[in-house]
């Protein structure tokens, strides 16, 4: 199989942000082309690409997958702390599902929403930004599914196996064993397992350095509190009932063990700050696990109608040990437990209505999702929470013999929000209007505006589960609006076999924003509406690809600012705290057709960004360290069942820190100045062998 580079990574998910430049003005689900991404696909509307490996890439973390797509970025260098941001916007403000199980759990507020290995999944569709009513949350949606034997076994073969081997010097390595088939003509069968072994990882330069670059004394450039195990089985049986109805049943057990920090998300300074003021110990026994069952169903109702409906239940637990406190905390030192589980359907349609001068494609369906939290102590239950969410949306696209295209949208969100500090129904009707204009074939603009809505959430599981929480039963829903407008171009001009341009500019517009750490007039923090935030920004693209040379430049630029409410007048103009400086990115692909040979590197920058006013950040210092990292990789397929990578990430050594992850200086009035940099690995040897059968 063909291989790709990053270019189409890039270009497949470049946002919903992108259009395709294709002679096309239809980008009905069905026609998303794909590109495979290291067995995993990367949906977009972005028709002009085809489905090609990615092998190359060898990711082992969600970042490895995402941080190269403009607008996108995942924080957390530790295996609990991947935090996808869109636009600025965190996890909490996205909707992120795997398998179509919901996955806004928010268990600690030092760890990320998302806990799954790179691996082990088929697809990822990424919607950057909310441009439609079918999907929901205020920053875009991030669907991942997972591996499936119809996906993998090739044709003619009744069953196939992989093993898949991986080795890095910074630091870790890990097996893969997948097994699928056909045990009759209508049952299929996949059963996979991944182990990963982590070990504690060095910073680029090989020095622990503080906010004036100093090294830390007692360190030596590794990264304690990292090293863990993680392990990810999954095993799915599809039923084929006839041509038209399919049936899956599938269940995925994640877990994540090790002797972590405390704080994943804060860094290494910090923790040591901390641990040596109090006498405790800088890691603790830790466990995360996630256990997903999902029953799907796929049809073909008729000529013009199909149907996808999913019910799942997806139950996660994050288990500490923390009797390390004796020493200075007896009533804390205890064993905690946070569940959090969501069980939801969801059911999606497609229906044509009618073909020729008016071309008309409705897209409907329904989504609910009971979510429960509850905290335990030494076993025993101290707090719970609930909420019930249910959503009703339909959307029109409506083709003419013109060149232009319109899509209307109309959705009802409801959420039954049973918290300590709120206990409410939050409900509103919400609407979105796109135009698409086919200029030519190879050029097309579109421009659409999408209203936003966002029930309170539940209090985060671990430290109490909202007991401690000031009641605000004024709290009010977020809504707003996503103003967007985008253009693509693609065509053989300037001597390229494929020359490709996009550009996006949106204006999202928050209203009544909620932030969990507002402060009252009496002096405590509460869950309360402090303003309206407004996010504006570009993402672009540029492709270039001639003969079996691949190019492509990518650059982003957002900026957060909030009105502030005359009671929080002190946050007024503050940024969101994950918000990035301006990123751009470049790659070159080379491949040698002859010997079966791929060779690929790309540089990231992202440029500084200044002090300034935020939310949740760092309070002594708040500016972000801009910083370079290239890479370089290659793949070579001697046979076709053998597949052989080797790379090179972070060649130049970058002593850095993601600018969606923590960063920068805050004063603590018992530890003082605390170092928040949740800092990257150096130079990491990749090197990932696979066999076939």
């Not at 959307?395 to 009802?412: A, D, H, M, Q, V």
């Not at 070159?588 to 060779?599: A, I, K």
């Amino acid at each position: 199989m063909k291989t790709c580079p990053r270019k189409a990574l890039a270009l497949a998910v470049i946002s919903c942000t992108s259009l395709s430049a294709a002679a096309q003005t239809e980008t009905d689900a069905d026609d998303i082309q794909t590109i495979a991404v290291w067995g995993t696909e990367v949906k977009s509307s972005s028709l002009s690409l085809n489905k090609e490996s990615m092998e190359i890439i060898q990711p082992d973390h969600i970042s490895d997958l995402l941080r190269i797509i403009p607008g996108v970025d995942v924080g957390g260098a530790h295996s609990l702390n991947q935090r996808i941001t869109i636009r600025s916007m965190d996890d909490k403000d996205l909707r992120v599902s795997i398998d179509g199980a919901n996955q806004n759990t928010y268990m600690y507020h030092h760890m990320g929403n998302l806990q799954i290995h790179a691996d082990i999944l088929e697809s990822a569709e990424i919607d950057v930004g909310n441009n439609s009513v079918i999907n929901g949350g205020l920053g875009g949606s991030v669907r991942f599914k997972t591996k499936d034997a119809a996906a993998l076994l090739e044709s003619g073969n009744q069953f196939g196996a992989r093993i898949q081997g991986n080795y890095a010097d910074n630091a870790g390595d890990g097996l893969a064993l997948t097994g699928y088939g056909q045990l009759t003509e209508s049952l299929d069968f996949l059963a996979y397992f991944n182990s990963v072994n982590r070990d504690d990882f060095e910073v680029g330069g090989g020095k622990i350095l503080n906010q004036n670059d100093e090294e830390i004394p007692g360190t030596d450039g590794t990264v304690r509190g990292l090293k863990g195990d993680v392990t990810d089985a999954l095993v799915k049986f599809g039923w084929q009932i006839n041509d038209n109805h399919r049936l899956k049943l599938g269940y995925e057990s994640y877990e994540d063990k090790g002797n972590y920090s405390y704080r994943p998300d804060m860094g290494l300074a910090t923790d040591l700050t901390i641990s040596n003021s109090l006498n405790v110990p800088l890691t603790y026994p830790t466990k995360f696990t996630r256990d997903t069952t999902t029953l799907s169903y796929e049809a073909d109702l008729t000529t013009s109608t199909k149907l996808e409906v999913s019910l799942y239940q997806n139950q996660s637990e994050f288990w500490r040990d923390e009797r390390g406190f004796i020493n200075i905390w007896p009533e804390d030192a205890t064993i905690n437990q946070g569940h959090a589980d969501n069980t939801g359907l969801n059911l999606l349609a497609k229906t044509q209505l009618f073909e020729g001068e008016l071309n008309s494609s409705l897209t409907y369906g329904i989504d609910t999702i009971q979510y429960k939290t509850r905290l335990l102590v030494d076993g025993e239950k101290r707090a719970s929470e609930d909420s019930h969410l249910t959503a009703i949306f339909i959307e029109n696209r409506l083709s003419t013999e013109t060149k232009f295209s319109f899509i209307p949208g109309l959705r009802y969100e409801s959420a039954d929000v049973n918290a300590h500090y709120v206990n409410d129904k939050f409900s509103a009707f919400t609407g979105a209007l796109a135009i698409e204009y086919a200029a030519t074939d190879d050029l097309l603009f579109r421009v659409s505006n999408t209203e936003l809505f966002k029930a309170p959430e539940l209090a985060e599981v671990f430290i109490g589960a909202g007991i401690n929480d000031i009641a605000n039963p004024d709290i009010r829903a977020e809504t707003g609006d996503n103003l967007q407008f985008s253009m693509a171009y693609e065509d053989e001009v300037l001597g390229a076999d494929k020359f490709s341009a996009g550009f996006t500019a949106f204006d999202t517009k928050i209203d009544h924003y909620i932030y969990d750490y507002a402060e009252n007039a009496d002096g405590d923090s509460i869950k309360d509406n402090i303003g309206d935030m407004r996010i504006q920004g570009v993402e672009l693209y540029l492709g270039y690809d001639w003969n079996n040379l691949q190019t492509l430049f990518t650059y982003s630029t957002s900026e957060s600012e909030l009105d502030a409410f005359d009671e929080y007048a002190s946050l007024e103009n503050a940024r969101i705290d994950r918000e990035q400086g301006d990123t751009l990115s470049i790659s070159l692909d080379y491949e040698f057709t002859s010997v079966n040979l791929h060779l690929h590197w790309d540089t990231l920058h992202v440029d500084a960004l200044p002090a300034g006013p935020d939310l949740d950040g760092p309070t002594l210092e708040n500016s972000k360290d801009a910083y370079m990292v290239h890479n370089i990789s290659a793949i070579w397929k001697p046979t076709e069942n053998i597949n052989l990578v080797f790379g090179v990430e972070n060649l130049n050594d970058e002593f850095y820190a993601s600018q969606s992850s923590r960063t920068g200086v805050s004063f603590h009035p018992r530890f003082r100045e605390l170092y928040l940099m949740d800092y990257e690995p150096g130079r990491n040897v990749k090197v990932t062998l696979s066999y076939r059968f």
